[in-house]
């Protein structure tokens, strides 16, 4: 079994999940989209009309729910209860929102659980908030992935334009300093960068340039353990 871990944290926006997928795929082990947990729990909260400021009724919400991911040739599917939500999860309502949901204690504990019984079965390249400090504090590699936030609503604002939707730049770089600022300053789990992370600047890079680099130092990483 491959045992190769890999926690890749970082701001919203930076490019984790693409990178994070691809750098998987070429590593030949499994993606775990932490992000899009999140987000499961924020979509079906919202689908039973919970209140967000009702963190027991999320707590209890996230024990009860099942989250699982498809690997798919286009990447990766995710549903719950059955309900394939892959879309969903990505609309503006949620992504308004997760970070709320986020911050609750009782579903991070449930969340981090389900993460922790994953990367105990396989290899794998987590994405996140807080991989390399709480959800895998060992693992082998640990990478800050970051960007400037101009640079991070700008890849916001095209992917959206790219799916139909109009979205007001500046609104959406104001969306993206208050979600890092609601991630950075929640009382629990708060996304930071992990003190033996090695910080990768996407900022005018393209992906491959960035894959490459991040492959670059797992395959090290891996060489060191042999």
Request: charged share 25%; glycine share 6%.
């Amino acid at each position: 079994m491959n045992t190769l871990r890999v926690a890749l944290d970082g701001p919203a926006g930076a490019g984790k999940s693409t990178v994070a997928k691809l750098a998987a795929k070429a590593l030949g082990v499994t993606y775990v989209d932490t992000g899009a947990m999140y987000r499961a729990i924020t979509w079906k909260a919202l689908q039973e009309k919970i209140d967000l400021a009702d963190q027991a009724a999320l707590t209890e919400l996230s024990t009860r729910v099942k989250i699982e991911f498809q690997l798919t040739k286009e990447g990766q599917n995710v549903s719950v209860d059955g309900a394939d939500i892959t879309e969903a999860i990505r609309s503006g309502e949620v992504t308004s929102n997760v970070s709320a949901v986020s911050a609750v204690s009782g579903v991070r504990e449930a969340m981090v659980k389900l993460q922790q019984e994953i990367a105990a079965q396989t290899g794998v390249v987590m994405d996140g908030r807080d991989i390399g400090t709480v959800v895998l504090p060992d693992a082998n590699v640990k990478i800050w992935l970051t960007a400037s936030v101009e640079e991070r609503a700008q890849r916001r604002y095209q992917e959206l334009v790219a799916k139909g939707q109009t979205l007001d730049y500046d609104q959406l770089k104001a969306e993206i300093e208050r979600r890092d600022l609601l991630d950075s300053g929640r009382e629990h789990s708060p996304m930071k960068k992990a003190d033996d992370a090695i910080v990768v600047d996407t900022t005018g890079q393209s992906i491959e340039m960035v894959i490459e680099q991040i492959l670059h130092i797992c395959r090290s990483a891996e060489a060191q353990n042999d």
